[in-house]
């Protein structure tokens, strides 16, 4: 983590949006549902999450989260729900994800379809502090929540977003060494 970071770190109070997407299929524009969570002064203050109906009927990790194409085939798409998503991205110093990489591109990729700007926010990976700062492996998301006591329903987005947000709260003390986050 870099220094001008970390003082907006204790500037904001740890204000960040954690979010997880689920998806259809191994395609980033199918995003089925999304969790958001909301921190302030790292206080849980908003819980929300959504589901949305792909570009497609072709759903292959209805396994991991039981999300199917009757499922979703009635809720808004992407592009339908940005405006109401896109005000949990307000006021946010940064977004937290577990593996970001994936939850980034996800991101990315909606909004590109969507023809909406991407928000301007930095990504904190929940993998990665895990990693760095508890030595935790394997670094998947019940892994770590196992060993900090969180509970999670996992490949749920509501509870899978909860639970970054979470371990992104019980990082927050630990965060003056440097490199981090990244």
């Known amino acids: 983590m870099n220094s001008r970071f970390d003082k907006q770190l204790r500037q904001s ?23 958001l969570v909301r921190v302030q002064h790292n206080q849980i203050v908003c819980r929300k999450s959504f589901l949305i109906r792909p570009r497609t009927n072709n759903f292959y990790f209805s396994y991991l989260h039981r999300i199917t194409w009757d499922t979703v085939k009635s809720q808004p798409s992407f592009a339908e729900l940005w405006p109401e998503l896109s005000a949990y991205f307000n006021d946010v ?6 593996n970001a990489r994936f939850d980034r591109g996800v991101l990315a990729a909606c909004c590109c379809e969507a023809k909406v700007s ?8 929940t ?43 019980h990082a927050m003390p630990h965060l003056n060494p440097p490199n981090t986050l990244h």
Request: charged share 20%; with cysteine.
């Open 13 to 35: 109070g740890g204000s960040f949006l954690a979010i997880d997407f689920e998806t259809a299929n191994h395609d980033p524009c199918s995003a089925c549902a999304i969790g």
């Open 118 to 125: 991407m928000p301007e926010l930095s990504f904190v990976c």
């Open 93 to 98: 110093e940064f977004l937290v994800a577990h």
């Open 127 to 169: 993998m990665v502090l895990a990693r760095r700062l508890w030595h935790i492996h394997p670094t998947k998301l019940p892994d770590v929540c196992r060993r900090l006591g969180i509970p999670l329903n996992h490949h749920n987005a509501a509870s899978d977003s909860e639970a970054c947000a979470r371990i992104m709260i």
